[in-house]
């Protein structure tokens, strides 16, 4: 939250509460979308890991360039 300020939190707090729960809608539509295709359950958590993969690399750039601003001095706690 120290990202994105003291102005913005409760928005961006509220933002993150829609997509976890939106994010579980998708997922069952993903999923049944994939078993539809006659991909195998083994197919379909590969595929899994490779999205987690990526949301862990995109988190790993946020942090990085929240610490190169904090040093900056752009971001106030």
Do not use: C, H, P
């Amino acid at each position: 939250m120290y990202y994105v300020g003291k102005n913005n939190r409760e928005l961006i707090s509220a933002i993150g509460s829609s997509i976890w729960s939106g994010s579980w809608f998708f997922s069952s539509q993903i999923f049944a979308w994939l078993r539809g295709m006659n991909l195998r359950y083994g197919a379909v958590f590969f595929i899994t890991s490779g999205m987690y993969l990526v949301a862990v690399l995109v988190y790993v750039f946020l942090i990085s360039d929240y610490k190169r601003r904090e040093q900056a001095g752009l971001i106030e706690i």
